[in-house]
């Protein structure tokens, strides 16, 4: 299943509570390609894999 989700627009704190939701709505979800608009924006969403445990290199791909 794909899903596609508008993950925030400007700061790392925006994106964290948009992948936030993400990551609560959708928690069966094992493998995700994740993209966004700049660093600032990957950095939270990053810290938000790792503060909710999901993050696993071998099932997540950053498409810079």
Do not use: C, Y
Request: glycine fraction near 6%; hydrophobic fraction near 40%; charge should be negative.
């Amino acid at each position: 299943k794909i899903v596609r989700v508008d993950g925030g627009m400007g700061t790392a704190e925006q994106a964290k509570k948009a992948m936030d939701a993400i990551l609560s709505t959708h928690p069966d979800a094992q493998k995700l390609a994740i993209t966004s608009l700049n660093e600032e924006t990957m950095s939270g969403i990053l810290v938000s894999l790792q503060s909710q445990e999901r993050w696993n290199p071998n099932n997540t791909i950053v498409i810079p």
